[in-house]
């Protein structure tokens, strides 16, 4: 009886094993997918997030050569503010590199 359930046991547990690492790989695999780990040219394009507190983020979003200010909470989205995108080479409004 006892031998039964060992060799039970050590053909179900790499099978389980298998099962757990497959998923993983699959999870992974379709995160890159969803988030544009294709290399494909997008509209939109998330450039920074801030977490203000447990509810509330800011998040600046590239937009059609526009960089747009969110502000994020449970309630939804809200467009706080509007810029040009700084040209190709410039990290920010002061131009330091």
Do not use: N
């Not at 977490?51 to 509330?56: E, K, Q, T």
């Amino acid at each position: 009886m006892m031998v039964e359930y060992f060799l039970r046991l050590a053909l179900l547990l790499p099978l389980l094993a298998l099962l757990i690492w497959g998923s993983l790989r699959l999870t992974k695999y379709l995160q890159g997918r969803v988030a544009g780990g294709t290399g494909e040219c997008r509209s939109v394009e998330l450039i920074e997030t801030t977490l203000l507190s447990p509810g509330l983020k800011l998040a600046v979003v590239r937009f059609r050569d526009r960089e747009i200010l969110l502000g994020c909470s449970r309630q939804g989205l809200v467009r706080l503010g509007e810029a040009d995108a700084p040209h190709a080479g410039h990290s920010d409004v002061s131009g330091q590199k």
